[in-house]
């Protein structure tokens, strides 16, 4: 499997740690060809699929958050969408704050 291109950090700056999932054990939607990683905490469930392309790399995050909880996140940069299916989120990025509502992009 190859390693996650995104990485996850809590508000005091500890790193999320996640697991690999073989496809065939993976219940739920799955983005085909992707790898999988998942992270299970007291705070609820992140689970990660990755499509990589040396062209472009498709990303399939799901959230299942118990209590609230304030993440950092570490990727690359670059040309990017965002659409949030249920729920909202808040985010920062360089310096501009935006509230995604489910079914805004």
Not at 36 to 44: T, Y
Not at 66 to 72: A, I, P, V
């Amino acid at each position: 499997m190859e390693p996650m291109t995104v990485q996850f950090f809590l508000a005091d700056g500890s790193k999320f740690i996640f697991n690999s999932v073989a496809v065939k054990k993976y219940k739920g939607l799955l983005l085909p060809g992707s790898n999988i990683h998942e992270n299970n905490s007291e705070a609820g469930v992140l689970t990660i699929q990755e499509f990589t392309n040396p062209l472009f790399l498709i990303s399939h995050r799901i959230f299942t958050i118990l209590t609230k909880l304030r993440l950092s996140i570490s990727e690359r940069p670059g040309l990017r969408l965002e659409a949030l299916l249920t729920g909202e989120i808040n985010f920062s990025s360089n310096g501009k704050k935006i509230k995604l509502k489910a079914g805004q992009y």
